[in-house]
Every structure is written in C-alpha cells, then in structure tokens.
C-alpha cells in the first residue's frame, strides 16, 4: 500500500510540472489505471464481507 501510495504522488507531482499535454494526457491514464484497480480491490473486500456463511446443518440428514 505505501509502495502505491509513492505512485500515486509521484504521479500526481508529475502531473502539476507536466508542460507537454501528450505526456500530462498519459500520466491521467496511468493515474486512472492506479484509480480502476484501487476500486476493483475495494469491491472485492465489499463483496467478501457480505457473503453469508451457510447455515449449520445444510446438505445433512436429521433423524
């Protein structure tokens, strides 16, 4: 996470010095790629917290 965090900054400093907008253009893509899979892990620990466990007893025969 701190590793992404240094990406995420130097990135940014990079963006706020940028004169030449083609390169200033693919420092926003690769800050949006950053964005995308920054959004995909916190939608796979969203999706995992609500999984229900299954109820004891499922698939069991009861006398």
Known sequence: ???EAKGW???CYAAAAEKDPERLQEIIV???VLLDTRQEEL???RTMD???APPLG???WHN
């Open 30 to 32: 690769e800050l949006n």
């Open 58 to 60: 499922i698939g069991r």
């Open 43 to 45: 939608e796979k620990r």
């Open 9 to 11: 900054e130097a990135l």
């Open 1 to 3: 996470m701190a590793r």
């Open 50 to 52: 609500r999984v229900p």
